[in-house]
């Protein structure tokens, strides 16, 4: 990753999922026909695990599964994956049992351990655990903690299509700060379309990428949390790609329903240090 190239692979096309919710048809041949900077940015092709036998026969470019049922659902969609000959580069799976979070995430553990030992998912596969968006509680934590033990990886909703899903800075900073803790990677979804930190037409207060990157490697450099609540509130920051470059070691991406908006954003070095970002052409 150089210092020029931060932004590679940082956003998962999640564009068949609210708000943009597309036809996976037309969403899976647009993914595909992606060329220069856009590809370059775009990493996965995020699809729902009930969506996978749909998938357009001879589709090749890497995907990313979100399970829509619990741990004992995790292993299907990989061995579905391996039939059909799909790249899998990521299986998403939340924790749904508010009352046991630890339990919940110890299962989820379990799985994937059996679907390695089957065979049906890869060891570099990796597993990102979505914990609720709630304060990072006793359980919460001892909840990250098993994700972090097992050497799965973290997933932190960033935002939702009604204003309340938009986590506040200080929550988001605590999240951010318990996946540094443990030094574990995380990724994000939803809400993070532009570069800085905006109050959007529905009135949420929405998080930029920018701004997440940029906490990250403050908080990872020993910031204090003021500071890194500061970062993340910051609507005028203007980072150095070599500090963006550092977070993603931890901040790995995040998905989008958009992949325009930010391509505009990083295009027009909003948020960047300079006059707007270049990369392959």
């Not at 590679?8 to 996976?24: E, I």
Request: charged share 25%; aromatic share 4%.
């Amino acid at each position: 990753m150089t210092t020029e190239h931060f932004w590679t692979g940082l956003v998962d096309d999640a564009a068949t999922f609210p708000p943009g919710d597309a036809d996976l048809a037309t969403a899976a041949a647009a993914h595909a026909a992606r060329s220069g900077e856009e590809a370059a940015l775009v990493g996965s092709f995020v699809v729902r695990d009930t969506d996978l036998p749909a998938l357009p026969t001879g589709f090749d470019a890497p995907v990313s599964v979100v399970v829509t049922g619990g741990a004992g659902q995790l292993a299907g969609p990989a061995a579905l994956c391996r039939r059909r000959g799909l790249v899998l580069t990521g299986l998403d799976v939340a924790l749904r049992d508010l009352d046991d979070l630890a339990g919940n995430a110890r299962r989820v553990v379990a799985a994937v351990d059996a679907a390695r030992a089957e065979g049906v998912l890869d060891d570099d596969v990796p597993v990102h655990v979505e914990l609720p968006q709630s304060e990072a509680t006793y359980a919460w934590l001892a909840a990250a903690d098993e994700v972090a033990a097992a050497e799965l990886r973290l997933k932190l909703r960033t935002g939702g299509v009604e204003p309340h899903q938009h986590p506040s800075a200080p929550l988001l900073a605590s999240w951010i700060d318990a996946a540094l803790d443990r030094e574990t990677p995380f990724r994000c979804t939803a809400g993070l379309h532009r570069a800085l930190r905006h109050t959007a037409e529905d009135g949420a207060e929405r998080h930029g990428f920018v701004n997440v990157l940029a906490a990250t490697r403050r908080a990872f450099d020993g910031a204090a949390r003021d500071e890194v609540v500061a970062t993340l509130e910051d609507r005028a920051l203007e980072a150095d790609p070599a500090e963006l470059a550092g977070a993603r070691r931890w901040f790995t991406s995040f998905g989008s329903c958009s992949t325009s908006e930010p391509m505009a954003d990083l295009r027009a070095g909003v948020g960047v240090r300079g006059s707007g970002v270049r990369g392959p052409a």
